[in-house]
């Protein structure tokens, strides 16, 4: 073998296990039939009855509409927060700036566990517990997202936001028409991270959300384990709870490799 072909080996290997579960998953899912069995044989054909026979389980589909509204609402609120906080801690200056700025990193450092309690007295306190209210207010805000745009606008040149005043513009003109469209490929960056954080959040969906109709995807998959579904089945769930967390890593990930690249050069 030569010695340049090596990496290409150990990479090759490394691509097969980490894709193996998911083709297996995958396999079984479409496998007719209740079980794999052992030795396992592939299947001699492939079938969507299992999928279909999840669709129709008790409260998937409620649970797919919970998860996708988690996500996607903070997907959207973190973006909107983060940017406008970044902004202003990027490029206004104001008494207070840096003891904010500190003040918001140091939430960085504690453990979401240690926040857990707190969190929930005040969501009982509010009266959302069990609601959407409950489940999605305190995720709206990411100190690591306001710190990965920060460091972006600040990287930004000078020149784009003083041409931006000469011609009149204002910090909201400024904000929609320069920081957005330039922060186009970290904001995508974020939304990939962000959504897959809430899409697979298991520990705050469970402990905030009490009834049948509250359940995300994660924890009604725990649930589905003492049912009555079979193990094709069960994988036919997890193959659709891991499915749009593919495809949006598949329609994003151009803007995931520019940012990569930008953080790697030292923007």
């Given at each position: ?23 297996v998953m995958l396999v079984v899912a479409l496998s ?13 054909s492939l079938t969507l009855d299992n999928l279909a ?215």
């Amino acid at each position: 073998m030569r010695r340049g072909a090596w990496p290409a080996v150990l990479l090759t290997l490394s691509s097969l296990v980490a894709i193996g579960p998911f083709v297996v998953m995958l396999v079984v899912a479409l496998s007719p039939g209740n079980a794999p069995t052992i030795p396992y044989r592939l299947p001699t054909s492939l079938t969507l009855d299992n999928l279909a026979e999840v669709l129709s389980t008790g409260s998937f589909l409620r649970w797919t509409a919970n998860t996708v509204i988690y996500s996607v609402v903070s997907v959207v609120a973190v973006l909107l927060s983060s940017s406008m906080a970044a902004y202003v801690l990027a490029r206004k200056r104001f008494a207070g700036r840096e003891v904010l700025l500190w003040s918001m990193l140091s939430t960085m450092m504690v453990p979401f566990q240690a926040l857990l309690m707190p969190s929930l007295v005040v969501i009982a306190y509010l009266g959302w517990s069990d609601t959407y209210w409950g489940l999605i207010v305190p995720t709206l805000a990411n100190a690591q997202a306001v710190l990965l745009l920060r460091q972006f606008i600040r990287a930004l040149p000078d020149e784009v936001f003083d041409a931006a005043r000469v011609d009149g513009a204002g910090d909201w003109r400024v904000y929609l028409s320069i920081v957005l469209p330039l922060c186009r490929p970290v904001l995508a960056t974020l939304a990939v991270f962000v959504f897959l954080w809430h899409w697979n959040d298991f520990l705050w969906p469970l402990v905030v959300g009490h009834s049948d109709s509250m359940r995300t995807l994660t924890v009604g998959l725990s649930t589905l384990e003492s049912g009555n579904l079979t193990a094709a089945e069960l994988m036919s769930a997890a193959t659709i709870t891991g499915l749009p967390c593919l495809l949006v890593f598949v329609v994003l990930q151009r803007h995931l490799t520019k940012t990569i690249s930008f953080t790697g050069a030292g923007g």
